[in-house]
């Protein structure tokens, strides 16, 4: 008989042998340490072992007895709602950790509201500095040309106050020449 018209022959027997995975180790999210493991029974602890050692020895008996009395689809729905208790309480902390993460989320929007307000503060106290640095500027240029004023003024006061005794001398000078020239004339 003639093999199928669309088929290419046997399937090799490499085709069904597992495939090697890869050799680069893959990292866990971050978050993922935050939720705790959960594990069945039948894998506890070696402490939890140790510690159900020493439980007295009539809770082991109830346990062996109860779990032995136990049909298998019986420990199928303990194992169901273990597994669900897990679930249940890796559900709760992430909604724990959802509201904490909500939580610094809104102190970070606070802080940065905070932050844009006391920079603005700081920009306006800046420009107001600034204001005054001028102002301070303009103060002391005010003040130099008030100084150079009133240097001049000083100057401008001390040629008149010469120029003044100059004439009074001049005066004095022409008023005793007279009264030379008078006495001379009335001596005559």
Request: glycine share 6%.
């Amino acid at each position: 008989m003639f093999p199928p018209s669309g088929s290419t022959g046997l399937i090799p027997p490499s085709h069904f042998q597992a495939r090697p995975l890869s050799t680069l180790p893959r990292m866990a999210p971050t978050w993922l340490s935050d939720i705790p493991l959960v594990q069945p029974p039948g894998h506890q602890d070696v402490s939890e072992r140790r510690l159900d050692t020493q439980r007295p020895q009539v809770t082991m008996w109830e346990r062996d007895v109860s779990s032995d009395r136990q049909e298998p689809g019986r420990r199928g729905r303990s194992w169901g709602l273990e597994g669900s208790q897990a679930l249940s309480q890796q559900a709760e902390v992430i909604v724990r950790q959802l509201q904490e993460l909500r939580r610094l989320e809104e102190e970070v929007r606070l802080l940065r509201e905070t932050s844009l307000q006391q920079k603005m503060r700081l920009e306006a106290q800046a420009m107001e500095l600034e204001a005054l640095a001028r102002a301070e500027k303009a103060g002391r240029a005010e003040a130099e040309g008030l100084r150079a004023a009133l240097a001049g003024a000083e100057v401008v006061r001390k040629n008149l106050e010469e120029g003044r005794q100059r004439e009074l001398e001049e005066v004095q000078r022409l008023h005793q020449e007279q009264l030379s020239s008078l006495t001379q004339a009335h001596e005559e």
